[in-house]
């Protein structure tokens, strides 16, 4: 069965920090995510390895560096990197954004049968997406530049927050044009377990 695969190559990969109780509630999310994307086209990836790797474990692979405890995944498809996050870590709060409506449907229907309360589904644009609170930490892994991603979404961050955009090869280049506002924290290489490619973390705070 395919929740054996993923239950098994999860076991392999992750850390003893994550529990068999979030193992199991991770292969039940690509499960689903498999189920979905015949339908919904959510993920160009379908080998059971490659998901739980470039889904579940690059995702994850941000949680040292997240802030606070209120978090928004702006343009986060289909649950990335919000839902591996939300399931690892129970006591923050996570809001997950995307403008796409087929993707904000199928995060719903993943909350209901995952049975998870601290995630919000927010189905909007970020440019026009207005909340009361602002968020300690505003992560993107989606965005193409990191320009475009701070003027989408610097209204979400609180004023001492913090935004992580998650990127492929090293970044330098795109950061020379970021407004005077922000400044670059770190750039920090992750590690991806089974990964054969580079990772980065940009972190941003506002002057």
Not at 84 to 105: E, M, V, W, Y
Not at 114 to 136: G, K, Q, S, T, W
Not at 140 to 157: E, K, V
Not at 183 to 188: A, S
Request: glycine content about 4%; proline content about 4%; aromatic content about 6%.
């Amino acid at each position: 069965m395919l929740i054996d695969d993923f239950r098994s190559t999860l076991q392999k990969y992750l850390s003893q920090t994550v529990t068999a109780a979030q193992q199991e509630k991770l292969a039940q999310f690509l499960v689903l995510l498999s189920k979905w994307n015949k339908i919904y086209n959510l993920t160009a990836i379908t080998d059971s390895r490659e998901m739980v790797v470039k889904h579940i474990l690059d995702s994850l692979s941000v949680a040292p560096y997240l802030h606070g405890e209120r978090i928004v995944d702006v343009g986060t498809g289909a649950g990335l990197p919000g839902i591996p996050l939300a399931i690892i870590l129970p006591d923050r709060q996570f809001t997950l954004l995307d403008s796409n409506g087929k993707k904000t449907r199928f995060l719903k229907q993943t909350l209901l049968e995952l049975c998870m309360e601290n995630i919000e589904i927010v189905h909007e644009r970020a440019e026009n997406y207005h909340p009361e609170y602002c968020f300690d930490t505003v992560v993107t892994r989606a965005f193409a530049s990191i320009p475009d991603m701070l003027s989408a979404t610097q209204h979400l961050c609180c004023e001492n927050g913090l935004f992580l955009a998650m990127k492929g090869a090293d970044p330098s280049d795109d950061l020379k044009t970021i407004n005077k506002e922000f400044v670059v924290n770190k750039v920090i290489p992750l590690k991806v377990t089974g990964l054969n490619a580079e990772r980065h973390v940009v972190a941003i705070k506002r002057m």
